[in-house]
């Protein structure tokens, strides 16, 4: 399978790799100039790439199982350390990417993960983000998001948007939780969410920050939604640099 993959390698970079771990919706191009901006402040390489089904990557069959966010953890991720071959690494994870990187932290005992920055992060379901992904469901059929979307995904809109929507909304899905997880990270953490964020609420924060073995930074950030790094980039950027500073 081809995957889609950007690479900043700065001059001089510090032997960190900083891995981007794209939302439900998102690609590399969704990133925007995000990463390169990092790379640059930080001294670090950093590798983005578009899972299976997203940007430019090859297709996948749908229905997603319901254990895509798992599979794509300890199965896919482990194989694009090997073959970047990444020794060290900081996994930076948006919505579902920052799930993901939960569950490899948690769940794949691997030293190469030496820290995690999450935006975002979902580790159980809550009512308000089943509703807004209903009415980004509603904004795909009947509103223009699908014709939003294909300049990012092209032929594979469908199947990015589909495979994340049916799954979350599957009433098979409520149950999903990754609590369990938790108590074996103990890298740092940097934890960043939107005080109006619409796809989930300061309690995925405060639960994340009570199972771990290690205090996380948390970040609130105000007048900002879903995503720090596109609502409030200069303090997402300079949060990631402090961070990165005071740990590694």
């Known amino acids: 399978m081809s995957l889609e993959y950007q690479h900043f390698n700065p001059p001089q970079s510090a032997d960190l790799t900083l891995v981007f771990l794209h939302e439900g919706l998102g690609c590399v ?57 990444i020794q060290k690494a900081i996994l930076v994870g948006h919505s579902d990417g920052a799930s993901i990187a939960l569950i490899n932290a948690g769940g794949v005992a691997d030293d190469r993960i030496r820290g995690l920055i999450l935006m975002a992060p979902h580790i159980f379901v809550e009512e308000l983000t089943l509703s ?38 599957d009433p098979a899905f409520s149950d999903w939780n990754l609590e369990n997880y938790l108590p074996q990270i103990n890298v740092p953490v940097l934890l960043l969410q939107g005080e109006e ?22 970040i609130l950030l105000p007048e900002c939604g879903h ?3 596109r609502d ?11 961070f990165l500073q005071n740990h590694f």
Request: hydrophobic fraction near 35%; aromatic fraction near 10%; charge should be neutral.
């Open 29 to 85: 191009a969704m990133w925007k100039d995000f990463p390169r901006q990092v790379a640059q402040l930080t001294g670090s390489r950093v590798l983005t790439y578009s899972r299976a089904g997203y940007g430019g990557s090859d297709p996948c069959p749908l229905p997603r199982p319901l254990s895509f966010m798992h599979d794509e953890a300890l199965h896919v991720l482990p194989k694009i350390l090997d073959e970047a071959g």
């Open 132 to 169: 807004s992904i209903r009415i980004a469901r509603a904004a795909y059929e009947t509103d223009g998001l699908r014709e939003r979307l294909v300049r990012y995904h092209a032929d594979n809109v469908d199947c990015a948007f589909w495979g994340w929507n049916r799954a979350w909304l």
């Open 197 to 218: 964020d619409n796809y989930g609420t300061a309690r995925q924060l405060e639960k994340i920050s009570e199972q771990l073995p290690q205090p996380p930074e948390t």
């Open 227 to 229: 995503s720090p790094f």
């Open 232 to 242: 409030r980039s200069t303090e997402t950027l300079q949060s990631i640099a402090a």
